[in-house]
């Protein structure tokens, strides 16, 4: 089923669209604000920077301030209830401000700001922690990349609305303010028809003290290592994207010779690019939370900011020219292209690491470590801001401050990579086997989401283990001969696995011992291990005799197995087939078509014997070895 089936679901439909429409009139309002003050109040030139530099702060500081609240409030009570007076909190605001801009109460105009800096700030938390509620695990990272595509382009809708209505002449006041109130209205509208969401957390706690409580979220946002590596590294996507979002006006001007209008069709690209990265996310994911796409991302920014640099390094030698003038001059498709590919390797950047965290957070804490990304978001978007003025107070011009943010964004993504290996691990698998495999999977919904299970598979080539590990939505520890462990490269991926490696008991009794028992300490944590009870690679296509491994790891601990069965493998890649000399030839059959195939779980009350486990793998493989 694809992604956008999603959109006609009850479950996800009418959230997405309360979430658009949220994320329209804030930018809507914002930009209609920012037009009354620049263009039509006639305030002298320290006035209008005095308001527009005011605006943006007016809106993050409710992010430091009560994101923590938020936290708890979706995790304590039902999300859909929260997100209707949420949005009746909206409609109100809506209302203030349409009489603010009747009657061009700026101050008045400048809470209404800040009030809806409390809706996104209040939203935020359930934004992201009621969609693993809402989605099949498979269908999480389509779901992201849905809501990511739609917040784009209602930013981008809302910003060129917003202006345009405030700009027509001697009704723009009345336009602004009755089409922000008519969209809070049909948000709130829209919302009643999300499902019920229970509350993950009903008996938690609710603390009252705004600094305490966001000690205490970001002190929960670090307890997985992992997962506060994927906050920062969503955190540092605001910061790249705050500080280019930030010079493209003046980037369009200055650099660009551009009009109003290329200034829309640049944001335009960029929100474009991002809403198709996202959208590929599932695709190229296979419908699983794949955080090897980070690693891609990280690099497509850095690569396409650092062209963006030498694409355009001066000052434009022609002004004025509208969007269509500028596509037809000579190098602006260059650019163009650029800021798309830009949007959409951020989509590959972020859309995963969102996902990354709604998958290994439990949901009691979700909707907390969704509050400390956002308190960590506002921090670093806070610093964008700083290192975008400090580096054009030294002399920096625009294409300069991208080329520094592409490089910084190179060295912070090999250092977040070297704290989180993981990521570095699955980008290598994710190449590794997408570039040599085509690979269909079968039954992966029979691997239970919880608990401890054994997978059983037959043993086919070198690669079974990656391959495996890039079509399984659970991380897997597998067992796997210990020369295998070792072959280079690879021997990095299958540490950073935390693989366990076994010896024959002739070979090394002591790594027999050591394999088994590590096998038994994974199980007991709930963890998902996958064996080869083969105990070798097939040399002729066949499977092997079952050794006796599977039932001493069963007997220790007896827990639900799964078995498998790979196909097509034979004469493949780093198989065996045709090798005389005993080693894996360069292959014959590149980009080969590999069937994984999943069965039943066997119950953890069933007796399972090596022999019973041989005859089913023999059968669900069938003659396609």
């Known amino acids: 089923m694809s992604q956008f089936a999603l959109l006609r679901k009850r479950r996800f439909a009418p959230f997405f669209w309360t979430q658009a429409l949220g994320a329209f009139n804030d930018n809507a309002f914002r930009n209609a604000l920012v037009m009354l ?13 005095l308001y527009t530099n005011l605006a943006p702060a007016l809106f993050i500081i409710p992010f430091f ?23 009746l909190f909206e409609i109100g605001a809506m209302l203030l401000a349409a009489f603010g801009f009747y009657t061009h109460h700026t101050s008045m105009l400048l809470v209404v700001l800040f009030l809806m800096g409390m809706h996104s700030t209040m939203f935020g938390p359930i934004k992201y922690a009621i969609l693993p509620q809402s989605l099949q695990p498979n269908e999480l990272v389509g779901g992201n990349g849905l809501i990511e595509t739609g917040t784009q382009l209602a930013i981008l809708i809302g910003m060129i609305v917003g202006g345009s209505l405030m700009q027509v002449a001697g009704f723009g006041t009345l336009l602004a303010g009755g089409v922000t109130t008519a969209i809070a209205v049909a948000g709130y509208l829209v919302s009643r028809a999300i499902p019920t969401a229970p509350a993950t957390a009903p008996d ?11 000690g205490r979220v970001l002190g929960i946002t670090r307890q997985d290592r992992a997962v506060f590596n994927a906050v920062l590294g969503i955190s540092w996507f605001w910061f790249f994207g705050t500080v280019l979002t930030a010079q493209l006006p003046s980037f369009t001007r200055i650099n660009l010779g551009g009009d109003g209008s290329v200034n829309i069709l640049v944001l335009t690209l960029f929100s474009i690019g991002t809403g198709i990265g996202s959208l590929l996310c599932e695709r190229m994911s296979g419908r699983r939370v794949e955080v090897g796409l980070v690693p891609l991302g990280a690099f497509g920014l850095t690569i396409f900011g650092i062209d963006l640099f030498f694409a355009r390094p001066n000052a434009a030698l022609t002004h004025g020219l509208n969007w269509m003038e500028f596509l037809h001059s000579s190098g602006n498709w260059r650019i163009a292209l650029d800021l798309a590919l830009i949007g959409m390797f951020a989509g590959f950047y972020v859309v995963p690491l969102f996902a990354f965290i709604q998958s290994r957070t439990p949901r009691d804490r979700l909707s907390r470590v969704i509050a400390g990304n956002n308190i960590v978001n506002a921090i670093f978007i806070c610093a964008a801001a700083g290192f975008g003025l400090g580096l054009g107070s030294m002399g920096l011009g625009i294409p300069q401050i991208f080329l520094v943010t592409a490089v910084l964004n190179a060295l912070v993504a090999v250092y977040i990579f070297t704290l989180v290996p993981e990521f570095l691990m699955r980008f290598i698998t994710w190449v590794l086997v997408n570039t040599l495999y085509r690979v269909r999977t079968d039954g992966a919904r029979n691997i239970p989401e919880e608990g401890a299970v054994l997978l059983v598979c037959n043993h086919v080539s070198y690669m079974d283990p990656l391959l495996l590990m890039a079509n399984l939505r659970r991380p897997v520890r597998f067992v796997m001969y210990y020369k295998i462990f070792n072959v280079p490269l690879l021997r990095f991926v299958f540490r950073t696995a935390k693989a366990i490696p076994i010896a024959g008991h002739k070979e090394d009794p002591t790594v027999l011992q050591t394999a088994y028992d590590a096998i038994d300490d994974a199980l007991a944590a709930g963890e998902v291990v996958c064996i080869f009870p083969e105990g070798a690679l097939t040399r002729d296509g066949e499977i092997a005799p079952f050794r006796s491994g599977v039932e001493k790891i069963l007997q220790r601990r007896p827990v639900t197995v799964v078995p498998m069965a790979l196909r097509g493998l034979w004469g493949s890649m780093w198989s065996r087939r045709d090798s005389t000399l005993s080693r894996a030839r360069l292959p014959r059959r590149f980009r080969a078509h590999v069937e994984l195939i999943i069965d039943a779980a066997i119950p953890i009350t069933e007796t399972v014997q090596a022999t019973g486990l041989e005859s089913r793998i023999r059968a669900l493989r069938g003659n396609s070895p």
Do not use: C, H, P
């Open 204 to 214: 938690l706690k609710f603390n009252w003290n705004l600094f305490s409580e966001t």
């Open 37 to 49: 003050v620049a263009f039509q109040m006639r305030l002298d030139d320290r006035s209008v920077s």
């Open 65 to 87: 301030l009560f994101s923590a609240t938020a936290g708890q409030l979706a995790e304590k009570y039902e999300k859909s209830r929260i997100i209707r007076y949420v949005k």
